[in-house]
Nanobody
């Protein structure tokens, strides 16, 4: 059974916005996790994008998205969000959320995630 389920991807024009959601499955909570987002573009390796440290609420971003993306967690619905603004064609990728039990972020990366979502496609094109 999937522990994490992403949604919110789609096609958007350059300069547009999308909000990705990563919902935890019933009975699985995110309050003790390092939670974050990775992405993988065609022909490229999967890369970390952002990490949220649930222990203290710290957030971290890769240089390529800093100032444009915002990661947040909503405890009421046990969901982590990635608000993506000022999107660029180079942001086109499959985006995955990931989590690790009881861990801090390793910079903007979730270190060796225990759980992965199935991915959601983001395409930025005119």
């Amino acid at each position: 059974q999937a522990r994490l389920v992403e949604s919110g991807g789609g096609l958007v024009q350059p300069g547009g916005s999308l909000r990705l959601s990563c919902a935890a499955a019933s009975g699985f909570t995110l309050d003790r996790e390092a939670i974050g987002w990775f992405r993988q573009a065609p022909g490229r390796k999967r890369e970390g994008v952002s990490c949220f440290a649930s222990t203290d609420g710290s957030t971290y971003y890769s240089d390529s998205v800093k100032g444009r993306f915002t990661i947040s967690r909503d405890n009421t619905d046990n969901t982590v969000y990635l608000q993506m603004n000022s999107l660029k064609p180079e942001d086109t990728a499959i985006y995955y959320c990931a989590a690790r039990d009881g861990s801090y972020c390793s910079g903007y990366v979730v270190p060796s995630p225990d759980y992965w979502g199935q991915g959601t496609q983001v395409t930025v094109a005119s």
